[in-house]
Structures are given as C-alpha cells and as structure tokens.
C-alpha cells in the first residue's frame, strides 16, 4: 500500500489503526499463554481438587475480558464505518469515465457533454490530479475487479449491474492497476495503467486523444492501413477516422503512444508489438485474439501503421 | 401401550466378564472378509475409513499446494499452464474444504462421539455407511475427472457467470456442481446421525451439562450443516440445470442475477469455515483439560460461545460481497457482525488461557499442537477482523492477504487441533501410541514452516499481489517473498511426512496404549484401545462431568442390555433418563448398492437430463431393500 | 475397572413413539434441513422478485385452480392422516391397513394435480428467471411428495404382510408427521406461486 489519492490513504489510516490493535491483543494473548505457562502451581493434586474462589475469579476474568473484545470491536466497527464513509464520498462535480471489462482488457469510454467529444480507449487510463474521477464499472462478460492499490479499494464489474468508484490522486505518476477478480484463463494477464497528470497536461492529452487517426504519410504506413482491414484485423479492432469499426478488441486509435500492450503484460515498443502481432498466443496464451495468418512483408508493414498511431 | 417382550431373553445382567463380552462381540462383529468390509455399520470400521480417506485427500490437496507454491517461487516460472493451474488451485480448494475439512471433522465425529457419549453405535448405522460412500465416490469423481483433464477450474466458489455454459463450456463446472451434491449428501447424514446420537444415546446420567465439549461442538456443527448446506444444494442445483437444460437463475438476460449465486454460496460458505473450525476447538478443549490435568475453566463459558458462534454465523456472509457494490450501510453492519464473532472465539481462548494458567501441563505433542493452534489461530482471526472491515477489505480483498489469512486460520486453527487429536486419539483407535520424539519434529517443523510458508503472504497482499494468478512480472517484487513461501511451504510438507511416518511406523510397532494413557478423563477412554465391536460391554452410567476423574477406581453402569442382538439405551433430551432399548441395524450391503445407484443418478445426470428418469427407479429398489425389514429378531419385535 | 451396577434397563420398552423413539428425531432433522431447502428456494425466488422490475417475466401467473384445490386437498388429507395416527398408537391393525390405503390414494391424486399444476404454470423453466425458480420450487416441493407417497405405499404393503410387527406402528406414526410437513411446506409455497405474482 503505497498511497497516492486521498482514499488509499484513509484506508491506510484505518488500516493501521486496526494493525495496531490486532498487534497488541496477540502480543497479549502470547505473553498471558507463556506466563501461564511458566508458572508452576502447586505440584500433583488431584485433577478434581479445584479451588472454588479461584474458579470463581477465573470465570469473572474470563468474562471482564469478553466484555472488553466486546468494547473493542465497536469501537473497530466505528472506525471502520468513519473510513468507509470517506473512501465512499462521492462527488457530483467528478469527470466520468466508463470502463467495461472484457476477458482480459479493459474499455475506457471518456464521456463528455457532446458526444464528438467523448472517446473510447483501452488499457490505459490518464486522469487529471487533484480532481475527482468517477468510474463507472461494467462487465461485457464475467466478473471482473477495478482495482488501483494506490489510489483506492477495488470494485466489482458485474455482468448485468452497473458499479461506481471514485477516487482523487494527489501526485502525478503511473499507478499500476490489476484485475483482482478472477475471471478465466488469463486473469493473471489483466493488467491496466492509470497514469496521474497535472490537469492542464491533462486537458491536452485529452484533446489530442479525441482526435481521430489522420491519414497515414508514408506509403508503408499507408499499405498497413489497408492490410490492417484486408487481413480482418479491422473486424475486432476500431481505428477512429478510418473504416476499422470492430468492437470485439481494444480500440487502437492511439495505440503507438500508449505504454503497454495486452493489458499490461508488456511494455510497448517496437519488439514487443511485433512480437504480439506476430503470434499473441505465445505471449498470452489463450487470449481472444487469434494467430493471424500474416506474411512478413504485411506484419511489417501493420507494425509500421500501428506505431504511427500515436 | 409399550409391549413387553414375552421371550426370556439373554440379557446383560445375567452375564458377565468373559461370557459377556464374547456373546456380545459375536451379535456386535462386523463380519470378515470382502462381504464384510462392504456391509459393515459399525462406527469406528466407518469412522476409521473417513478419517484415512479424509487424510488421503488432504495429501492429494496438498501436493497440489506444492505444485502451485513451485509455479509461484518465482516470476513468470513456466512449470504449470495457465489452465492447469487454474485447475490445481480450484482442486486444492475444493478438496481442502469439501473432502478433507469437513469430511475430517465428521469423521472424528464418527468415531469419538458413539464413544463418548456412551453408546454402542451411532445413530442410523446404515446411513453412516451410505455417507461414507457417497464421500468416497463424490471424491473418486472429482479427481478422476481431474486425471482426465476435466477438473474444474472456476474456483472454489465457481462464481457465474464465469461458470456458467457459455464461459465454461467443457465439463469442468458440471463437474464441481456435482461434486458438491455428494459431498453435501454425505454432510447432512452424518450431520443427522450425530445430532440424533447425542439427543438420545447418550449414556444414562449425561445431562446436558455432563456433556463432553467435543461432543457439544459437534452438535452445534451438525445444526451448522444441516441449515448451511440446504443453500449450496439449491445452488448447486440451479447452476447445473442453468448449464444443462438452460434454465435462468443466473443469466441477467433472461431476469436472473449473478449475485444471487454470491449469496447462495456465502451463506453456505460462511456457516461452513466454522464447520471447519468448532470440532477443531471442540478437540483443544478435551486435550488442553487432559494435558493440564484439569477441567477446562468456564465449560457454560464455552459451550454458550458455540452456540453464539453458531447463529452469528448465519449473518456474516455478506463479507465476502463487499466490493460487488451493494448499499454502503448494509455493508457496516455486516462489519460489526463479522468482528463480533471475536467475542465467542475470544471467550473460548480466554478459557483456555486461564485453564493452562491454573493447570500443570505436561508437555506431549497433542498438547504442543493445541499451544501452536492459540498462538497461530490468534493471529488468522485478528486478520479476520481486518478484513471484515469494509475500507480495509477493499485494499486486500482477493489478495494473498486473503489468502494468508484462511490458512492462518484453517491451518492455524483447525488442522493444528487436528494433527493434535491424531496423536492423543490414535492410541485409543489404534491401541499403540505414536512416537513422541517424532511428533516433537513432527510439531516444530509444521509450527516453522507454516508460519515461513504463510506469514510472507500477508506482505505480498499489502504489495498488491492478487490471488489465482498463474504467475506475476518480475518488476512487481514479489518474487522473495513468494520464494521463501515455497520454502516454507516444502517445510511444512516434511512435517507430514513425518506424521504419516510416525502413523505407520506406531501402528505396528508402537509401545502399548492401554486402555487410558494419558489419564483422561472422558468416556471414550473407559473402554479398551481399540474398542470392541460393541464399545462398552455394560452401557456406563454417568454422574459426572469428568467420570474418569470423579471415579478412579470403579465405573458405574446400567445392566438390562439383550445379550442376543443389537441393542442400544434410548434416554431423555435434557436428563438422560432411560427410555427405551431400541434395536439397532445389522450389517447390510443396501447403502453401498443405494450409493452406487444415486452416484449412477449424479453422474448420468451431468450427461443427460434423462438420468434423472432412469436413474430414480434403481435408487429407489435399493432403498426399499434398505428399509425391508430382513426377518431377523429386531426387527419383528 | 470395576463395575458397579445402578441400575437395571431391562424392563424398558423395546420402541417408543414419537419423541421417545430414535427415527422420530431422524425425521425430525431431516423436516429442519428440507424445511431449510424451501426456505432458501423462497429466498430465492423473492431475491428474483426483488430485483426484477415486472413479474412474472413474460408470462401470466400460474392458473389458480390446481393449486388451490391442491391446498384443499392437502388440508382436507390432515384429517384421515391424524387419524391415522391415533390408529397406529392403538396398535389397531385392521384400521391402520385402510388408513394407508386411503393416504397412498390420496397422495396418488395429489401427484395427478401436480402434474396438472406444472401444465399451468404458464411458463416453462427455459423462458426466463421466473419459470426456473417457479419449476425449481415447485419440482422441490413434487420431490417430497413423491418420496413420502413412495414411503406410505412401501408401509401400506409391509402391513399386509408378515412384517407387520407392532413395532411397525411407529414407523407408521413417523410417516404421519412427515406427510404434516409435507402439507406445512406446501402452505406457503401455495401462496408464493399462486398469489405472489397476482401482488
Ligand atoms: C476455519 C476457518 C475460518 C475462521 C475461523 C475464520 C474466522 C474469521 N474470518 Fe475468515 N475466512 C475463511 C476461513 C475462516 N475465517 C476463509 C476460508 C475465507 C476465504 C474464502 C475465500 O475467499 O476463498 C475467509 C474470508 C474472510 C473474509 C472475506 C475476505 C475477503 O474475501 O475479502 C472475512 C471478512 O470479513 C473474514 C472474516 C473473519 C472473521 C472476522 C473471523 C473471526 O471468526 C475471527 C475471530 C477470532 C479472533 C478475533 C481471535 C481471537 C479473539 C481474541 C483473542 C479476542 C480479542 C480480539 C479482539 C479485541 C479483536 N474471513
Ligand atoms: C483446509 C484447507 C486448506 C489447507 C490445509 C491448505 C493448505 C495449503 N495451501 Fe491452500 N487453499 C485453500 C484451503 C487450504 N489450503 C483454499 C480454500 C484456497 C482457495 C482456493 C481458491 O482460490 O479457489 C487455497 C488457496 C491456496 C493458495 C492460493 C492460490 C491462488 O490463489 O492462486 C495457495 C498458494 O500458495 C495455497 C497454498 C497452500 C499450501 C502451501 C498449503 C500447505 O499447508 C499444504 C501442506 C500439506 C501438504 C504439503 C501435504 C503433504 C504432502 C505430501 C505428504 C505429499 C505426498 C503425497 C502424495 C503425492 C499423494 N492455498
Ligand atoms: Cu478480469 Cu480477472
Ligand atoms: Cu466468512
């Protein structure tokens, strides 16, 4: 726990909080098991020879001490419920997002007031510091978990049920996220990054981000561009601005600027996407996209056409 | 109204010393030879059985921890596939928990409770042995389909939609909803079984409050099944008829809802860790008063914290749901319910301390294991709290914090008390004791390495390792951690083997038990090690909690018993009074037949519904024939 | 260890009826576990309720008529049952033969209506949330029926024959209790089906 939203770090509190109680009692249990243990009563009577002021004491202790578990773990529940009211605020000013899980990627849809201005992206989130994001969670398919480590808890995609969560990151950075449900296959594979700008850097990502795919210059470019449709790629995958409308896989507008590729199992570069476009399967077994049938002529020209889309 | 029998029967109180004993092994016997093994009822032949087959499965389940713990040594290891590791931690799981924790904690049941509360049999012999073939054969199931490559691989708790047809279409998930129904089938009948015993074979004299701890854990457990397990059933039930002739319980399309199987599950699930967990505390009580050479302080303390225990745990389950979004509020009182459950738990651990503060513990290994089992339970349920409550369970909520955690306290706190109670009842099961030099090794080994293999894992939690993933990338730093589990992990496996050693070398070599060696105080312990066929050649009569220590030299009885066939003393609910001498079941081979029939049914019905038709009549035959009376003496009175 | 006899059993009965008697408690568990199975499939079908804006989904609530004449029957039934019983407490053979009779007939029609009932549901298992959880319960319910008539038809023969030891009694008083939970169980599980999606 590493946190760097305001909700990570209440939890932490409330975590520590319970740490330390939970540190004392077994301390206390320990040391009362080994002084017990240590003291040496009266040798050899018999198993029956029971003391009855003392059996009487014991049972009062006994109880003292139920009555005092029973103190502290209201006053845990108490703190518990002080943390969860504030991990759980909510915001109505917050920047939306909606993000949908899929086996084993994730769809990030930025919402806006005018619908040319909302986006869909994958994988990887960018939000602005020091303002509230709600995301709103839903499932494609099986159940799926939203869960950040340092920016907030974890929450449920569940088929046929629409959740939400909201945090606020407080230092610029990349915070690794992870699918925390499992869900098939490669559930270990399900990785994401929300990287935390400053807002005004924010603003201009998104701006950029809402942009379709321009045309490609170059002719290698170009003839990936056509082969990424010819050879079915088009089929799951959208490019925004050109005719590739799929909905089965990420969207890959702007997948040459992105960090990471097949939902954070790699980072993202030139070997890495070869890699991957050459055979996924061997990079992450089992995943939904098949081997496609490419000569090398066409991949490289598809891996051209992709690092260009930034 | 009540007929006395005209016939002058032979009776136990014209008998005596060896004439009795031989005329009652003779009607008490369970046959030898094949024929006999399949139709025997008697209680500890059964008994015996379970805990072997239970312990088998526990080694199966283990060895497939050490595979997964050789996956996770280290980032991106390539030993296991993604899809079978998914099947070797959704196998470990649910063999852990449905064929050998409950099944372990039944079995001891089988055996001791007969024993303790005076009797010579239990309750519904046959069903007994109807229980531990369905067990047997819903265990075979799961791990031959394992063997086959149609082991489950949905988790322990198989969450739809994931497991549903369209995410699971091979067998696999059939499989596991299969599973569960024998498994459950067996639970409830030993759940009745022992229920029925201890309201009316208890010997003549055994009050409520004369009852043996143990034996009032396992009561309360079997209230546990049975009001915890109709809910898997149902589940169960819905699951494969959604995957098999498309129903809708769980398909958000057609009306139904996922989290209704979450709910299901829970609150079974929850009911059923304390399944695990009550007998377990149940068998620390008995040996913590025998090895601190008094009775435990607070017995009204205890067994009030049982029964606490018990219904508080019909109102957890939602604990498990808390990041599926449901009402915020709902949620914190599912928090404070959860964390109040320390206060029985913490009662009982209260007691004990002051019980081995008063006492003079003689340090044995059952003893050694029931001070490891407080000082590591302690810890599992204080992380319990942790994560009951709603922030924090968001942050560690499916990691292997979790998952350090339920060993903590699975291990921590039952198979602690376990290990423990095989080595203070084997003398009594086996009539030779276990090795105590290395039950020492036996003991430090399991406490280092448990603790090595599993305290690591609340740290990997914290650093944001989740659970069931197949393998994680080197720059996450968990790599170390995960080593030193694996190493402890390997450890703790020595630690069995050096149980299973010593269980195998004692068995024929070791020194003579007697029939009370460690001076106990209760009644399994007032007949010889091992029992005979009948357990008690005069029923006991009882005036006291501890009759062993109240009564050194003589033990009291109740004579009247038939020397001719089987017999058992029926007696009153709260006061043990004498009631009626009801007969009980000869040997029969129909509960195996039935159980063959119904697995038939379970089996088939996985392939086509039609074997719900085909597959009733023979389970019905064999359950006529069950029930026919045979003709012989008790059963024409 | 030395014995001390204190006390001599022998002149107790050999059965007992009702709480005195080991299979009553038998039954008795077994009413509280399937009497548990109801109450989760209950639970279910109102978590279905619940959560589901219409209901019944994508069809018309069951016909009234087999299940309430069913009811009626299964009330009616309690009288020849109780009757039973105290027949069987008298260790009246004669009586007990053609109380049996009439309570296999009665189940036989019981189980006729059901398949009436299922006819009328209005919906199958396979349309939607609502038809599995109404067949769920319903099959559920159709099960205990169906064992308890199989049970009462096992018993009526064994009293014709030379099994028909007065011990036998007993088990025919336990199986009068079962058919009691067996109509119980049914009370409310009339009202969920019939009258719940008529609210
Ligand atoms: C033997 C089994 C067992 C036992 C006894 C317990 C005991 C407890 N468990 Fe655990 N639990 C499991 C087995 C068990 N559990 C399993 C298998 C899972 C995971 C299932 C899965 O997901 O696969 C699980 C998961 C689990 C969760 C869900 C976590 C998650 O998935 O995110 C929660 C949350 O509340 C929880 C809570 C508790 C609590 C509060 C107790 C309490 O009963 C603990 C009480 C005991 C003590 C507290 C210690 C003694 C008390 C004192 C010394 C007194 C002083 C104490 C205080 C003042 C606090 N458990
Ligand atoms: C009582 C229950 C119980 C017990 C005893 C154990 C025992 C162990 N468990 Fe288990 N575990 C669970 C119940 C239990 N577990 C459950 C319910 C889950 C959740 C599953 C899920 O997510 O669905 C789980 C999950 C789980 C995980 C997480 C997997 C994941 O999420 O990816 C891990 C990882 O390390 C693990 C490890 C271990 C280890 C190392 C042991 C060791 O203690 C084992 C020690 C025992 C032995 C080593 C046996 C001795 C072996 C031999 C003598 C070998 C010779 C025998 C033969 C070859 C037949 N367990
Ligand atoms: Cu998606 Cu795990
Ligand atoms: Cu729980």
């Given amino acids: 726990m590493d946190p760097h939203a305001l909700q990570s770090a209440d939890i932490l509190r409330t975590f520590v909080v319970f740490l330390v109680v939970a540190a004392i009692v077994w301390i206390a249990v320990v040391v009362v098991l080994a002084a017990g243990l240590l003291r040496r009563p009266s040798p050899s009577q018999h198993a029956l020879a029971l003391d009855p002021p003392f059996e009487n004491r014991a049972g009062q202790v006994v109880l003292g001490l139920g009555i005092a578990t029973i103190i502290i773990v209201l006053a845990l529940s108490v703190v518990s419920y002080a943390g969860q009211r504030s991990v759980f605020a909510k915001d109505p000013n917050a920047l939306t997002l909606k993000i949908t899980g899929h086996q084993w990627w994730w769809e990030v849809l930025y919402e806006a007031d005018s619908p040319h201005l909302s986006f869909v992206t994958a994988n990887e989130i960018r939000i602005p510091i020091e303002q509230p994001v709600r995301v709103q969670l839903e499932s494609a398919d099986v159940i799926h978990s939203f869960w950040v480590p340092s920016l907030t808890g974890k929450m449920d995609l569940i088929t046929g049920q629409q959740n939400e969560i909201q945090f606020t990151a407080k230092t610029a950075g990349i915070y690794r996220g992870q699918c925390a449900e499992f869900c098939g296959l490669q559930h270990a594979h399900m990785a994401f990054s929300v990287i935390a700008l400053p807002q005004d850097e924010f603003r201009r990502w998104r701006e950029h981000e809402n942009q379709s795919a321009g045309s490609p210059v170059d002719p290698l470019a170009k003839q990936g561009e056509d082969l990424f449709r010819a050879r079915g790629c088009a089929l799951c995958h959208t490019v925004r601005g050109t005719l590739a409308g799929g909905q089965l896989g990420p969207d890959l507008t702007h997948i040459g600027s992105r960090t990471t590729i097949a939902a954070g199992t790699l980072p993202l570069n030139s070997a890495t996407l070869g890699a991957w476009l050459a055979d996924p399967q061997h990079i992450k077994p089992g995943n939904l996209m098949p081997q496609m049938p490419l000569q090398s002529d066409e991949l490289i020209a598809i891996h051209h056409y992709l690092e260009q889309l930034k | ?637 | 260890m030395k014995q001390q006899i204190v006390q001599n059993v022998g002149e107790l009965p050999t059965y007992g009826f009702g709480p005195r008697s080991g299979p009553w408690w038998g039954a008795m568990s077994f009413m509280a576990l399937e009497g548990m199975g109801f109450a989760i499939a209950v639970g279910a079908y109102l978590y279905l309720y619940a959560v589901n804006p219409t209901w019944p989904i994508g069809a018309s609530p069951p016909d009234l008529w087999p299940g309430s004449v069913e009811t009626t029957l299964y009330l009616l039934s309690i009288i020849p049952n109780q009757y039973t019983n105290r027949v069987a407490r008298r260790h009246n053979l004669r009586k007990v033969r053609v109380c049996l009779i009439i309570m296999s007939l009665i189940g036989i029609v019981l189980l006729v209506l059901r398949g009436f009932e299922f006819a009328h549901l209005n919906t199958r298992w396979d349309n939607s949330a609502y038809g599995s959880v109404v067949w769920l319960i319903l099959s559920l319910h159709t099960t205990h029926l169906a064992t308890d008539l199989g049970d009462t038809i096992v018993l009526t023969v064994l009293m014709f024959t030379s099994h028909a030891k007065p011990r036998r009694f007993s088990d025919v008083t336990d199986n009068v209790f079962y058919w009691n939970f067996v109509v119980l169980a049914w009370l409310p599980l009339y009202i969920l089906l019939d009258w719940v999606p008529r609210l």
Avoid at chain 2, 36 to 64: E, N, P, Q, W
Avoid at chain 2, 315 to 332: I, S, Y
Wanted: proline fraction near 6%; hydrophobic fraction near 55%; include cysteine.
């Fill in chain 2, 1 to 637: 109204m009540t007929l006395v029998t005209q016939h002058k029967e032979l009776r136990d109180d014209v008998l005596d010393g060896l004439q009795l004993s031989t005329r009652l092994d003779r009607i008490w016997r369970t046959p030898s030879g094949l024929i006999g093994a399949l139709t025997s009822v008697d209680h500890k032949v059964i008994g015996r059985r379970y805990i072997l087959t239970a312990f088998v499965f526990l080694f199966l389940g283990g060895a497939l921890a050490l595979l997964m713990r050789v996956q996770l040594a280290g980032a991106e290891k390539h030993v296991l596939s993604a899809d079978l590791y998914n099947q070797v931690f959704t196998m470990h799981g649910s063999t852990m928990m449905f064929l050998f924790a409950v099944p372990v904690m039944e079995a001891f049941a089988v055996y001791l409770v007969p024993l303790m509360v005076g009797t010579r049999n239990i309750a519904f012999p046959r069903l007994n042995a109807f229980s531990y073939w369905m067990f047997l054969f819903g265990g075979c199931f799961l791990w031959i389909s394992f063997i086959f490559n149609v082991g489950p691989d949905v988790g322990w708790f198989a969450y739809v939609p994931l497991s549903n047809l369209q995410f699971t279409p091979s067998k696999r998930a059939d499989v596991w909803a299969q599973m569960i129904t024998f498994t459950e089938v067996a639970a409830l009948a030993v759940a009745v079984e022992i229920v029925v015993t201890v309201f009316k074979l208890r010997a003549p004299g055994m009050t409520l409050d004369r009852i043996p701890i143990f034996v009032w854990s396992m009561l309360v457990t079997s209230f546990l099944v049975m009001f915890a397990m109709p809910s898997i059933m149902i589940a169960s039930t819905s699951l494969i008829l959604d995957r098999l002739v498309n129903t809708h319980f769980f398909d958000p399309a057609a009306g139904g809802h996922v989290l209704l199987w979450q709910h299901l599950f829970w609150f079974f699930g929850h009911p059923e860790v304390y399944i695990i967990f009550l007998p377990a505390t149940g068998m620390a009580s008995m040996i913590l008063a025998t090895f601190a050479r008094r009775p435990v302080i607070g017995y009204p303390v205890i067994v009030l914290s049982l029964i606490a225990t018990g219904f508080l745990s019909f109102g957890l389950w939602v604990h498990h749901m808390f990041v599926t979004g449901l009402p915020q509020l709902g949620a914190a009182l599912f928090t404070a319910n959860s964390m109040l459950i320390a206060v029985p738990s913490g009662l009982q651990i209260f007691c004990w301390l002051a019980t081995l503060w008063d006492g003079r513990p003689v340090y044995r290994t059952p003893l050694l294991f029931v001070l490891g089992f407080i000082v590591v339970f302690v810890i599992g349920g204080l992380s319990g709290v942790m994560v009951a409550s709603v922030p924090i369970d968001t942050q560690v909520h499916d990691t292997y914090f979790v998952v350090a955690h339920f060993h903590y306290v699975l291990i921590g706190g039952a198979v602690f008390p376990l290990i423990g109670a095989v080595y203070y009842w084997f003398p009594k099961i086996s009539g030779r004791m276990l090795s105590e030099r290395l039950g020492r090794w036996n003991f430090w080994l399991a406490f280092v390495g448990f603790n090595v293999a599993f305290f690591p894992m609340h740290f990997l939690g914290l650093m944001g390792m989740p659970r069931r993933v197949y393998t994680y990338i080197p720059d996450m730093g968990w790599d170390r951690l995960n080593l030193l589990s694996s190493c402890g992990a390997a450890l703790f496996a020595v630690s069995f083997i050096l149980l299973i050693a010593n269980v195998v070398v004692s068995a024929r070599r070791g020194a003579l038990a007697g029939d009370n060696p460690w001076d106990a105080s209760t009644l399994e312990w007032a007949t010889t090690s091992p029992p005979p066929s009948y357990n008690f050649d005069r029923i006991p009569a009882v005036d006291h909690r501890d009759p062993l220590w109240s009564d050194t030299e003589s033990i009291r009885v109740v004579a009247g018993l038939s020397a001719e066939r089987r017999e058992v003393l029926l007696t009153s609910l709260a006061e043990a009074d004498p009631q009626v001498r009801e007969a009980s079941p000869e040997p029969s081979i129909w509960p195996l037949l039935t159980a063959l029939a119904t697995t038939v049914f379970f089996i088939g019905s996985i392939f086509t519904p039609w074997a719900v038709l085909w597959g009733t009549p023979p389970m019905a035959v064999a359950l006529i024939g069950w029930f026919w009376p045979t003709g012989s003496r008790e059963d024409e009175e």
